[in-house]
Each structure stands twice: as C-alpha cells, then as structure tokens.
C-alpha cells in the first residue's frame, strides 16, 4: 500500500502548532512503525502522487479551501476539531468564509473516513457535517517525543538565566484563541498574586508577541487592569527542548480552556514530569488523567488550584508527577501510527 500525505502545513503558518506538529510526527511515526506500507507526499496544488492507493489529509480547515473538489482515489482526512462551528459566535466567519465551509462540508463527506483526535471531536463532526458515526474514527494523538522529566541541573541553570525564571511559576502553553480561555487565566492568577506577592506566571505562544492581533491586545490590557505586570513572564514562542525544561521545573501546567480538540500541552506537560491544572471539559476530559481539574468559567476554582499546588508537600508532589508520567504513556506515536493504518486497510478492503 503506497500511501500519499498532504505535507502542506509543514510549509505553512501551521507548521509549529498543533496541525504542523501532528503531521510530523504521524509521517515519522508511519515510517518507523508501518514500514511494510510506502509513502509519498505532496502539497496543496501539486497533483496526488500517480502510484498513490490512498491519500490522507492530515488537516482540515472549514473556512479554506484544503479538501479538493472532487476526489480521484480513497480519501481519509484528519478533523482536530470544529471549534469556529461550535461558537460561531466568538469566530465570524463572513461571507467568503461560509461559502468555502459549504464547499468544504460536501468535500468532507465525500471522504472514506474521517480521523479525529478524541470523542469529543468525534461527536462534533457526527453532529455538524452529518456524517455517519462508524465512518469517523478515533486515533488520539500524543506528546513528540523528547519530553521528558530528568532535565540536567545544567540545562536547568541555563533556562533560569536565559528566561529569567524566579524559583517557582506557573506555565501555560498554547495560542490565545477566545476558546483558550486566556482571560480566565489571568482574572484567577490575579487573584492568587494578591495572597502570593511573588507569584509568577509564564505564558508560553508566539501568539503572545504578535502585537497586532485583537487577543494579544486585550490580554496585554487585562494585565496591566489587573496590575500583574511584574508577575507576568511571555518569552513568544520557545523550542521543544526549552519547552521541556520549562515545563519539568515549573510548580504546573494551567490549561483552562473552554472547549479543546485534543490538548497536546497536557500531555507533554506530564511526560515532562509537570503536574496539570486543567479545565474539566470537551477532549480535555478524555486526555486529563491525574490532574487537578477545573471549571473553566468559574475562575475562583483557577484561583484554588492554584493555591492548592502552591502549597502541595513534596510526597504528595511526587505522586502527582509519578500518575502523570505514567499516564501519559498510555499516548504514544506507535499506537498513534498503527491505529492509522487499520483506518487506510479498512477503507482498501472496502474497496
């Protein structure tokens, strides 16, 4: 079975966040654990390799133009997630912007099979597209490889300078999308500075320096509202390696979104031997684990979380780390890989 993947966010804007990472870990992962089955690749307006059995879309986008019209050979697409149909209110789409998700929407149920990345996701595409449920398949992501908690006493020593990094903080990684919850972030860590004078927050995205967007402006003005200026770390965007040293020496992970398709950070933020606040909802959910678990629109229980892994004692700190690694091993790319290709033979074998 020669398999062609569309490589497209790899060369895109996509390429460092979720879609990009996905993409490359599955081709890598594919390559080492499916190597009986060939692979080729191309990108957006480049034809399907010829010797191609079957294509998968890695992506998919409901306001741009990434699924082809028609399609010549068995098509399998990734779904993330339909965050911007889900809340159309808080992502306007405008006019051109409906019309490709029309077009898109035919494209969609037009594929063999849809992969998506949790049940949650699963259940939205069941819902929006009206695709039938045993066509989209549940294939869970996973943490890159490379994160891991034995970060050397050098490596640590050099994050601290190269970060200004106090003795203790609290990280959160990811974009600043409304569904992020980014705002709720900050009302609950305001809240736990007053008590904590120096309390410290790390916000990790290089959503965070773009000055220009809407976001980025509003979460510089709720900082400077709430007066955490001095509390408040963003370095943008940070390589994988210094990721996983930020991560393993930070008090905890915040990830209090309102709504995710997967939620990559929890899962490395555990392989990193870094304990997890997060909101009890959507995919999150699935992929929590043993954390600490939050309402996402009720930023007093941030706020207690807080608090109470501020004040964990160093046994029951342990324990949280020790769950969480393990945990995160139940995600792995080999899986990931496998339960891929039995998507592609059950469409081959179909046909």
């Given at each position: ?13 996509h390429a460092m966040r979720g879609v990009g990472v996905y993409t490359k870990n599955l ?42 019209w028609q399609k010549t050979i068995p098509t399998v697409v990734t779904v993330h997630d ?270």
């Amino acid at each position: 079975m020669n398999v062609a993947i569309d490589t497209t966010p790899l060369s895109s804007g996509h390429a460092m966040r979720g879609v990009g990472v996905y993409t490359k870990n599955l081709i890598e992962a594919l390559g080492r654990y499916e190597p009986k089955h060939s692979y080729s690749f191309f990108t957006r307006g480049e034809n399907i390799p010829n010797n191609a059995d079957i294509v998968h879309y890695p992506y998919f986008d409901p306001f741009f133009l990434t699924l082809p019209w028609q399609k010549t050979i068995p098509t399998v697409v990734t779904v993330h997630d339909l965050i911007p149909l889900v809340f159309p209110e808080h992502f306007p789409a405008g006019l051109r912007g409906r019309v490709k998700w029309y077009m898109q929407k035919i494209a969609l149920r037009q594929s063999d099979a849809v992969i998506t990345v949790s049940k949650c996701s699963k259940k939205d595409v069941e819902r929006i597209v009206r695709i039938p449920e045993q066509k989209i398949h549940v294939v869970y992501s996973a943490a890159t490889p490379g994160y891991e908690a034995n970060i050397s006493k050098q490596t640590q020593t050099k994050l601290k300078a190269a970060y200004h990094l106090p003795s203790h903080y609290m990280l959160y990684v990811g974009d600043v999308n409304w569904n992020k919850n980014v705002g709720g972030l900050l009302s609950a860590f305001a809240l736990f500075a007053r008590a904590k004078k120096d309390a410290c927050l790390l916000l990790v995205g290089g959503a965070f320096k773009k000055e220009n967007l809407p976001e980025t402006k509003q979460i510089w003005q709720l900082i400077r509202d709430a007066h955490i200026e001095q509390n408040v770390l963003i370095p943008g965007f940070v390589s994988q390696e210094d990721l996983a040293g930020l991560y393993s020496m930070a008090d905890c992970l915040v990830e209090p979104s309102f709504y995710e398709g997967f939620g990559l950070p929890v899962l490395e933020a555990m392989a990193s031997g870094c304990p997890v606040v997060v909101a009890d909802n959507s995919s999150l959910s699935e992929i929590a684990g043993p954390s600490i678990k939050v309402v996402a629109g009720d930023p007093k229980t941030i706020t207690t979380a807080m608090e109470y892994m501020s004040k964990l004692s160093s046994s029951a700190r342990e324990k949280l780390i020790a769950d969480g690694i393990l945990w995160s091993k139940k995600f792995s790319w080999e899986k990931t890989a496998h339960e891929t290709v039995s998507v592609y033979e059950t469409i081959l074998a179909k046909k």
